[in-house]
């Protein structure tokens, strides 16, 4: 697909509660022409439907815990849309890992995931909840971390026979603001509330 310079006003590009704001060269990356929020939220929602029924085309014979699935996950999620889709980003953020570390985070991630679902470290659906909220930790994208960390979470559950999460329904607002307040006190070590969040 040819870029196309977007004339989107800054307010597009604003973040909400919870978001990161893009940086300029994140912008630059648009390959659409968008005018409003509501129309960049609908050009991704659209893309990622469509990455993740590539993923679930492929989970029976390939593993979501491995980076280059989930680079690919993340590209397949938001490539019609943004030119930088599936490549980690390269600024610092207000959330997230330096950017020179994402890499070893995430095999990181990956590797102790496989191996608390392996030996049951955690009851219940605490490692993949564990999983979740390192991978929104270590924020690999400069856009679309949450969505994607959501999507790639159920495809490791799916993989594990497990069903997958709820994710408080619909995240809308109410939703959303759980989710977020239940990240934070994961972030202090108390997974109990994103827990019970996820089963929603």
Not at 23 to 30: S, T
Not at 110 to 131: C, K, L, M, Q, S
Not at 172 to 183: D, H, K
């Amino acid at each position: 697909m040819a870029r196309v310079k977007s004339s989107a006003p800054a307010s597009v590009f604003e973040a909400g509660e919870g978001q990161t704001p893009l940086d300029p060269d994140a912008v630059e990356g648009l390959l659409l022409d968008i005018d409003t929020r509501r129309e960049l939220n609908d050009a991704e929602e659209l893309n990622i439907l469509e990455g993740i029924r590539w993923a679930q085309q492929r989970i029976r014979r390939e593993n979501p815990l491995d980076v280059v699935f989930a680079r690919e996950l993340h590209r397949r999620m938001f490539r019609r849309v943004w030119r930088w889709a599936g490549t980690f980003r390269t600024t610092a953020t207000n959330i997230g890992v330096d950017a020179g570390h994402i890499a070893t985070e995430m095999q990181q991630l990956v590797d102790n995931t496989a191996y608390w679902i392996a030996h049951d470290t955690w009851p219940g659906d605490e490692a993949f909840a564990r999983f979740h909220h390192r991978l929104v930790q270590i924020h690999c994208f400069p856009n679309g971390n949450g969505r994607h960390a959501r999507a790639l979470t159920d495809l490791a559950m799916v993989k594990a026979g497990r069903a997958i999460f709820g994710w408080g329904a619909t995240l809308g607002s109410e939703s959303r603001t759980e989710y977020l307040a239940a990240l934070r006190a994961a972030d202090a070590g108390d997974f109990a509330r994103l827990i019970r969040f996820v089963r929603l």
